[in-house]
């Protein structure tokens, strides 16, 4: 069965700080992945899309990247945390021809 | 991707039908609508999706209309774990990404 690991839950980080999110999906191949993150009490908003191995679409602008080094694994990256980087960040997969299936996220918090 | 509209909240007694509307006028021929819902502090959930036909499943129902611009999700019997954000979606477009707008925030009252 497929599945998707995202990590750590929760983290704590002071601004200035790097960030390293990693998320790995397992029972698929090729799948499309997605890192979403979204703010108290608002939408998903989608920052980082990729199709393949190395192959990155960035949605928005900001201090973010996103890297994939491998078919299934999906990494978002940060050099200095900013306080506005707070917030939950999901990471999807899905193979554009059915549904798609999310981490249970991360919860990063910029102190 | 085609944009979907949908009311920002509403409320549902436990026990009653709860039917969410989405507004999806722009929708290619070949667009599948998703739905999905997001309670709080997890995740997005696959609910369910279509094309032309109605659909059902174990957790709902999904009515597309005839001219495919709108479509409604009907949870037959709700219950207070159905309080959550539901989204309706059609991805499969021009980017072809997945992406999401402000849902139906549903509150499910005793």
């Known amino acids: 069965s497929q599945t998707i690991h995202q990590w750590p839950a929760t983290l704590v980080q002071p601004v200035g700080s790097p960030l390293s999110l990693e998320c790995t999906v397992e029972?698929?191949?090729?799948?499309?992945l997605y890192w979403y993150r979204q703010a108290a009490g608002r939408g998903l908003q989608l920052l980082f899309y990729?199709?393949?191995?190395?192959?990155i679409s960035s949605e928005v602008p900001q201090n973010l990247s996103a890297s994939r080094p491998q078919d299934r694994q999906f990494i978002l990256s940060s050099k200095k945390l900013l306080l506005s980087d707070s917030g939950f960040y999901l990471c999807?997969?899905?193979?554009?021809?059915?549904?798609?299936?999310f981490g249970q996220g991360t919860r990063l918090t910029v102190v | 991707d085609a944009k979907t509209t949908q009311p920002p909240s509403m409320d549902c007694a436990e026990g009653r039908a709860a039917n969410l509307p989405c507004n999806h006028s722009?929708?290619?021929?070949?667009?599948?609508v998703y739905w999905y819902r997001q309670i709080h502090s997890q995740g997005p959930q696959y609910i369910i999706h279509?094309?032309?036909n109605n659909e059902t499943n174990e957790m709902a129902s999904l009515i597309i209309t005839e001219d495919r611009k709108s479509s409604t999700l009907i949870l037959p019997h709700a219950t207070l774990r159905d309080t959550a954000v539901y989204y309706c979606?059609?991805?499969?477009?021009?980017?072809?990404?997945?992406?999401f707008g402000g849902g139906t925030r549903v509150l499910v009252k005793p």
């Open positions: 279509g094309l032309k």
């Open positions: 029972g698929t191949s090729n799948p499309n």
């Open positions: 722009t929708i290619s021929g070949n667009e599948y």
């Open positions: 979606i059609a991805p499969r477009s021009a980017g072809n990404k997945l992406t």
């Open positions: 999807a997969w899905e193979t554009g021809s059915s549904e798609a299936f």
């Open positions: 990729s199709v393949g191995i190395g192959q």
